[in-house]
């Protein structure tokens, strides 16, 4: 079986976690002996500097057709017609080099409707000779909150999907309530190999320290965070938190902490590789995150996946898969709500069974979890066609 996947860029040395989870599902499908091939459009702005044009390339094994067009911010018409040529143009050149496949797996409906747009095999009216899996995990889908833009690309790309899969419970609930869509609940695949906890890693934990990961943006929820963990200092001396990401509230939380922080607890680590992500959080007490919105929460599985339990705020994905083993999911997202979770945690963290964990973690996360699940929907939509 030949296998398209569709995805919105792809690993690279300037910017290596572009695309990386669809990337990941990729290397599942072939471990597992499926023909796959990426085909990337990267339509970032022009201040995201690249080579721009059609190329080809393997990343870890994978054949990659990326096509990079600087496209930015249009208005919704002209965005959808833009994307539309491009995605013809993409396709055009992954059949050149590796003729029509078998099937297409497309990530975010805006994608999907792409394709369909540009009325490709594998889109469009009942009946097409290829079917279209659409796997949809875009963190903007929140009910009311979604612009005009993503709301007509979720019309068209899920409603004329074969098979539409949500990696949580929460989104799947909003693809219902919203789009009068059915969505098969498939979670991210997660690099278990890469976060499995090593015996030297079990050693040197520090359960004073928590480890977060995320973007520093308002949703995920850093400042908050911080703030807690300040105010719990009296309380637990020796508690330390590091955060690992950057974004635009770099210097919102850098005068925080210099107002607030006298005792140097929290430290603004920057980005990292998906690697010292690993050793980051193997070697943590506990990881923490007070994201607002969560469609699956790969951070937090990805702790998980290290046996290293987690904090979370009730914000979605994470609430699918965190159970009472697992750590500690606040009550809400007020201060007292929050110091409150943030108190019970510290006090757990020695009790937590890390093992079992990250066994459990593995058993929902890993690559061949998620090949056999993903083979088993390709077969039945293909078997279909006969």
Not at 220 to 230: D, E, Q, Y
Not at 316 to 324: A, D, N, S, T, V
Request: glycine share 12%.
């Amino acid at each position: 079986m030949y296998v398209l996947v569709v995805s919105r860029g792809a690993p690279s040395a300037s910017d290596p976690l572009r695309g990386v989870f669809e990337l990941d599902q990729a290397k599942a499908l072939r471990d597992a002996g499926l023909r796959v091939v990426v085909a990337a459009l990267d339509a970032r702005s022009i201040r995201h500097r690249r080579h721009l044009g059609i190329s080809q390339v393997s990343v870890e094994g994978i054949d990659v057709v990326r096509l990079d067009v600087a496209l930015g911010r249009l208005p919704a018409a002209l965005d959808h017609a833009a994307h539309a040529a491009a995605m013809a143009r993409l396709w055009r050149a992954v059949v050149h080099r590796f003729g029509p496949p078998d099937l297409v797996h497309a990530h975010f409906s805006r994608y999907a409707a792409a394709l369909m747009r540009a009325g490709l095999p594998g889109s469009g009216a009942t009946g097409r000779a290829v079917p279209l899996v659409v796997t949809e995990h875009d963190s903007h889908l929140r009910p009311g909150q979604t612009s005009r833009l993503r709301v007509e690309d979720c019309r068209v790309g899920l409603g004329g999907a074969d098979r539409v899969l949500a990696v949580s419970s929460a989104l799947a609930a909003i693809l219902s309530s919203e789009y009068g869509v059915r969505a098969e609940v498939v979670p991210d695949v997660v690099d278990i190999e890469t976060f499995a906890p090593h015996p030297t890693d079990r050693r040197h934990r520090d359960l004073h320290t928590l480890v977060s990961v995320g973007n520093l943006i308002d949703r995920k929820g850093m400042v908050p965070l911080c703030r807690t963990v300040i105010a719990l200092g009296p309380a637990f001396p020796e508690l330390r938190l590091r955060i690992l990401g950057e974004g635009p509230q770099r210097a919102e939380l850098e005068g925080l902490l210099a107002r607030q922080d006298l005792g140097h607890r929290i430290t603004l680590v920057g980005r990292r590789t998906r690697g010292e992500l690993a050793r980051e959080l193997a070697g943590a007490g506990g990881f923490a995150l007070f994201s607002r919105w969560e469609t699956f929460g790969v951070a937090h599985a990805e702790a998980l996946a290290s046996g290293t339990p987690v904090l979370s705020t009730p914000c979605g994905g994470p609430e699918g898969f965190i159970g009472p083993g697992d750590g500690v999911i606040t009550s809400g997202f007020s201060d007292p709500e929050l110091r409150a979770g943030l108190t019970g945690f510290l006090g757990r963290l020695a009790g937590f069974d890390r093992d079992e964990i990250a066994r459990q973690a593995a058993e929902q996360f890993s690559p061949q979890a998620l090949a056999g699940r993903l083979g088993r929907i390709y077969s039945d939509l293909l078997e279909g066609r006969r």
